[in-house]
């Protein structure tokens, strides 16, 4: 069946580093793929979406592009901050909504 | 703003107790979710409704049930809660319109079964 894998955490870097969480995904058919983005003590928020390949989402200084030859869906940052901090899960859609497991990020200042 | 709201943060109850977990949503989605969050296993569907008194079976339903008299509302049901369902549980609602629709989630409540 579908699923999505992505990298374990958790990831620590300083701030203005660069950021990469990887997420790959097995699916039949052309799926939606989702970041979203856990902060303390919150809820989840959609970061940012793709709804087919070579599509790019973007949001807050994110971006992550749908790379089907790969079945990757990787999301990055070119300079990290203290505030992004969070638990990060990537996501795919197809008939239902299936999450990877997260992956916790801390920036130290 | 949009808002999905969860009636407790925090809850703690007894093995063998009843426990209604409630969600409300003032935007008007015809979808809601039942999630429950662990560490190591991310998100898992418990139910999900796609209309006023319809209901679905997610990935792990057993132990739970739920209920949707109105479209704002949707409650989740422990109808003897057990300590291996201390856990956060994340209700979450969409608009109509199939899976890729953006899901809002509330702030999540923490049980704790003792």
């Known amino acids: 069946g579908d699923s999505v894998t992505q990298m374990e955490g958790p990831v620590t870097l300083s701030e203005e580093a660069c950021l990469t969480i990887n997420c790959t995904y097995t699916a039949t058919g052309y799926p939606s793929l989702f970041w979203y983005v856990q902060y303390p003590g919150e809820g989840l928020q959609l970061l940012l979406k793709a709804t087919k390949a070579d599509d790019k989402g973007s949001n807050k200084g994110f971006e992550a592009t749908y790379r089907k030859e790969t079945t990757s869906f990787h999301l990055e940052k070119g300079s990290v901050q203290v505030s992004d901090s969070a638990v990060y899960f990537c996501a795919l859609s197809r008939d239902k909504i299936i999450f990877g497991k997260g992956t916790r990020l801390h920036i130290l200042p | 703003d949009v808002k999905v709201t969860q009636s407790s943060r925090y809850l703690v109850k007894r093995t063998g107790e009843k426990v209604f977990l409630e969600c409300v949503q003032d935007m008007d989605h015809e979808n809601m979710f039942w999630y429950r969050q662990d560490p190591g296993l991310g998100l898992r569907l418990i139910y999900f409704?796609?209309?006023?008194?319809?209901?679905e079976k997610g990935d792990i339903p057993e132990g739970y049930s739920v209920s949707r008299e109105k479209k704002e509302r949707f409650s989740l049901i422990l109808e003897s809660a057990s300590t291996n369902q201390t856990s956060m549980y994340l209700c979450?609602?969409?608009?109509?319109?199939?899976?890729?629709?953006?899901?809002?989630f509330g702030s999540g409540t923490q049980l704790s079964v003792l």
């Open positions: 409704s796609y209309d006023v008194k319809m209901k």
């Open positions: 979450a609602s969409s608009l109509a319109g199939g899976t890729n629709e953006k899901l809002f």
